[in-house]
């Protein structure tokens, strides 16, 4: 008796391979690819690339050495709350803050200024695109 041998069955498609490989590239086209809607063809942004930083005229400026400072001289938190921008009761008062302040410093002087009377202090900086 003779034995039949068996006929080689052919291997699947490897679909977990090209799967994978479908999945990376939709995350990748997702990350690479705009989602937000893009800016009208019409519009032209302003170029602000050689603009010279400096504080605004009649802003508090906090040195590198925690000095409060307004137009040039020394102040104290009391006096900034007197020239703030007041708008019903509620008292701003926005401050220029030079990046080389230890956070604590600025926490305090941000501390002095609400127990002074500020209701929100607005600290400016600069942003970078």
Not at 16 to 23: E, R
Not at 26 to 50: K, R, Y
Not at 88 to 114: N, W, Y
Request: no cysteine.
């Amino acid at each position: 008796m003779t034995l039949r041998t068996p006929t080689p069955r052919s291997r699947p498609e490897p679909t977990i391979a090209l799967i994978n490989i479908v999945f990376l590239m939709l995350i990748f086209f997702m990350i690479a690819g705009t989602l937000a809607t893009p800016l009208d063809d019409q519009v032209t942004l302003v170029s602000t690339e050689n603009l010279d930083g400096r504080a605004p005229p009649d802003a508090t400026v906090l040195t590198s050495d925690g000095t409060l400072r307004y137009r040039g001289t020394s102040t104290l938190p009391e006096s900034i709350i007197a020239r703030a921008t007041k708008d019903g009761d509620q008292i701003e008062v926005r401050i220029v803050v030079d990046r080389a302040v230890p956070a604590t410093v600025l926490m305090g002087h941000v501390a002095a200024l609400r127990e002074a009377g500020a209701t929100s202090v607005w600290i400016i900086t600069e942003r970078g695109l």
